[in-house]
């Protein structure tokens, strides 16, 4: 609000400066043209009635008819405008002078005047315009007439004008303050954003005609103004809040009525499994639960999955249910269980031979069977059963997330209509061509037109998804509003860049020193005290570019030999999806090229390469990217990676370097990363090379950069985007259902 008022401050003062500039110029200005067009008048005025007594006059002066003369003047000064005539003789004594000749005027000072051309004077009844006309005839001896106006309605008609002109400049000053400050006062965005679709020709509501060719290079110049503004006015509005846990909790409250939430996903966030006679909770791998999971411990709620843990089912209350996380318990988990024919076909089969390869382009087939369809549909309606036995109103909020339901949002919009159903799709979507090799494309696109809002991490993949829709389905599209309408529904479909919680000062507070953390880790992996570690963290999946990753660490070290016996790069893949063929046969093959590599530059006491195929907690996790001197994350494609976010946030001492893929919607953000294409060994091993050997001012300054980015564009601010749109699109829904009722009979 302070910052508004300075703004509008920063407008109005100049605006008062040129407004009292502009009257100190103009008034003097008025006055001089004023006098100037009267005089001219007078001066024509004055011609006028010496022709006009011109003959009179003369004929009167002939006979030395004085009365004559006399008569004729007080007849002639009867005007209203002409005070006195007189005659001027050439020897410039005044004769004939009318009644209310000025006393001080004579015929020497009024041809003085007339010499100068300035035909006004100061008499002791007020301003004169003095003219001295010769007659007609123009005779050596005849005299000249010697006309006086009044001046003095000037000088009032002069000092009206002023005060127009003065009334003018202040209503004209009022109006432009109050347009600024209203402006000001507007949603800036908003307003910015309008203008610049009438800068573009689009207009506020419908598009309008382009603006004309020759309007080309004002709008160019205009837009670029505009953009200049917004900057300044950014800027001068100081950053944004920070989006935190509070501020979501906040967001919840007053924006959705603290609204219960409800997330599905296949994968659940806590696994209890059986570890002899101990169960033990498991955190998964998944870049999924990693962001959802503290947006539900802030919002509260209850998550639906897929129960997969192999003590699951013993941990559960009667309902299915566990309050996680635990020992904090700060939302419910719903358990669903699937058979084992569900999980073959509906998740091994149709989500993940079929759908998870069809939307990364890592040259892996996808498999459509018939029978994974059928399976895939199912667990869809089972779980959009579920949605409506958890749900505690007729309208939730439901998070749905991933390409295992892209049917239910279809579904679950049939069972409650009301609901507010947000989809996101956390792999990339391919290009129209691609997804349309899939057998059933078109229901998949109708399930996920039944959402309110659907998210993607990137435009791109927006983008990718509306042309799919256009291609394969009978709907209206508004680019413009980034909508879809298919069978009277309208889906948002908008870009939402995911990210992970920023850790507290506690939390980092909590973590060994990075000095440590080196120590342990090169202790581990036998590395000498001088070597330099790079660190790869991945699910064990074909779209991650492992392989692209270590034939890129064999060339670097066949390119730069020195590094043999100083350098290792240690490899954890947590194991998943190891029931699919593609995926072994993937495992195995990165286990070969990593013994090979090993044989070639390896000792006995040295092993450049060292892979761990184990999942690992956080803990130890943060414990392998504070150790590092470089984070290598090389997908072949990836929605967004967070692994290079989590390497970011726990170097809270500004060192280590990102090497990231162009590939992974994480690059979009982290520009400050060495990004690379992975299918490029040479160079992927010279990136990899300069990482390793960036002085510590490089790797501070982009590592810094890469943390504010990380910092701000936080998971909070993800779920906190996505909840508020939902927030602005269920108030439309109301009232339009309000109108609806309203028109009812
Ligand atoms: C990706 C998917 C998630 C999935 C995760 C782990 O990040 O987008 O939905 O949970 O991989 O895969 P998994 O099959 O083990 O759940």
């Known amino acids: 609000m302070r910052t508004t008022l300075r703004l509008q401050l920063r407008f109005l003062l100049p605006l008062a400066l040129v407004l009292v500039a502009a009257a100190y110029l103009t008034l003097p200005l008025v006055d001089r043209l004023t006098v100037r067009w009267f005089a001219r008048d007078l001066d024509l005025r004055g ?31 009867l005007d209203e405008r002409l005070l006195a005539l007189g005659l001027c003789p050439p020897d410039n004594r005044l004769s004939q002078p009318t009644r209310a000749f000025p006393a001080e005027l004579d015929c020497a000072q009024a041809a003085r005047l007339g010499e100068a051309r300035r035909p006004l004077f100061k008499a002791a009844t007020g301003a004169v315009h003095v003219r001295v006309q010769p007659l007609r005839s123009a005779a050596p001896q005849a005299p000249r007439l010697l006309l006086v106006h009044d001046f003095s309605f000037v000088e009032h008609r002069s000092k009206d004008t002023r005060g127009y002109l003065l009334v003018l400049i202040v209503a004209m000053g009022a109006a432009m303050a109050l347009i600024t400050v209203v402006v000001a006062q507007l949603s800036w965005r908003g307003w910015v954003a309008g203008a610049r679709a009438v800068l573009r020709g689009e207009g506020l509501l419908r598009p309008l005609s382009p603006p004309p060719p020759e309007f080309a290079p004002i709008a160019v110049e205009l837009r670029a103004r505009l953009r200049g503004l917004e900057d300044e006015y950014r800027r001068a509005r100081g950053p944004e809040s920070a989006w935190n846990a509070e501020r979501l909790r906040r967001l919840l409250a007053t924006e959705l009525h603290d609204q219960e939430i409800i997330v599905v996903s296949n994968r659940e966030p806590y696994l209890h499994e059986r570890d002899g006679d101990r169960i033990v909770v498991r955190r998964p791998a998944s870049g999924l639960v990693t962001a959802i999971e503290p947006v539900m ?28 996380p635990p020992g904090e318990e700060d939302y419910t988990l719903r358990r669903l269980w699937l058979t084992e024919d569900e999980e073959q076909g509906y998740y091994y089969g149709f989500a993940n031979e079929g759908v998870w390869p069809l939307c990364h382009a890592a040259h892996v087939r996808p498999v459509f069977r018939e029978s994974d369809w059928r399976r895939y549909r199912a667990v869809n309606r089972r779980f959009a059963e579920a949605v409506v036995v958890e749900a505690r109103s007729e309208d939730p909020v439901v998070l749905m997330q991933d390409y295992h339901f892209a049917l239910l949002p279809a579904m679950l ?13 956390h792999i990339p979507w391919p290009s129209p061509e691609s997804f349309g090799i899939c057998p059933w494309s078109q229901e998949l696109l109708r399930g996920m037109l039944g959402s309110t809002i659907l998210g993607f991490h990137t435009k791109h993949h927006c983008r990718n998804f509306m042309e ?28 939402y860049p995911i990210s992970i919680e920023w850790p507290s000062p506690e939390v980092c507070a909590a973590w060994p020193a990075a000095k440590l953390c080196r120590e342990r880790v090169f202790a581990r992996f036998g590395l000498r005290s001088d070597a330099r570690l790079a660190a790869g963290v991945d699910r064990f999946d074909y779209t991650k570019g492992i ?78 990217y504070r150790a590092a001197d470089a984070c290598v994350v090389t997908s072949l494609h990836d929605g967004m990676n967070l692994v290079s976010k989590e390497f970011v946030a726990a170097r809270d001492d500004e060192r280590g370097v990102l090497v990231l893929s162009r590939y992974a919607g994480a690059a979009r953000e982290m520009t400050e990363a060495l990004i690379v294409n992975p299918y490029h060994v040479e160079e992927t091993a010279d990136a990899l ?57």
């Open 468 to 495: 799919t829709v256009d291609r394969q389905l009978e709907a209206r599209i508004e680019h413009e509003h980034d909508t879809i309408s298919h069978e009277g529904k309208e889906t948002l479909i908008e870009s």
């Open 547 to 624: 392989l692209e990753r270590l034939h890129a660490v064999e060339r670097m070290l066949e390119k730069y030999p020195e590094w043999t016996g100083r350098f290792g790069f240690v490899q954890i893949a947590a194991p998943t999806r190891s029931a699919l063929e593609e995926y072994r046969a993937f495992q195995a093959r990165i286990e070969s090229v990593t013994e090979r590599i090993n044989t070639r530059f390896g000792r006995e006491d040295y092993r450049p390469v060292h892979l761990v195929a184990e999942h690992h907690d956080q803990d130890a996790l943060i414990e392998l």
């Open 297 to 324: 411990r802030a919002c509260s709620g209850t998550w639906i999955a897929h129960g997969s843990g192999s003590a699951d089912r013993e941990s559960v209350d009667d309902h299915d249910r566990v309050r996680v």
């Open 47 to 77: 011609d006028l009635i010496a022709n006009a007594l011109s003959d009179p006059l003369e004929n009167a002066l002939a006979t030395g008819d004085t009365a004559s003369v006399d008569a004729l003047f007080e007849r002639t000064v």
């Open 413 to 425: 919009r049939e069972l409650l209509p009301r609901a507010t159903i947000i989809t996101f799709w």
């Open 689 to 745: 090379q300069r990482a390793i050997t960036m002085p510590a001012e490089e790797q501070r300054v982009r590592m810094a950069s890469l943390r504010d980015t990380v910092r701000e564009y936080n998971v909070y601010r993800w779920a906190g985007r996505m909840l508020s749109d939902a927030a602005r699109v269920r108030v439309r829904e109301r009232i339009a259902d309000r109108v609806a009722q309203s028109r009812e009979p």
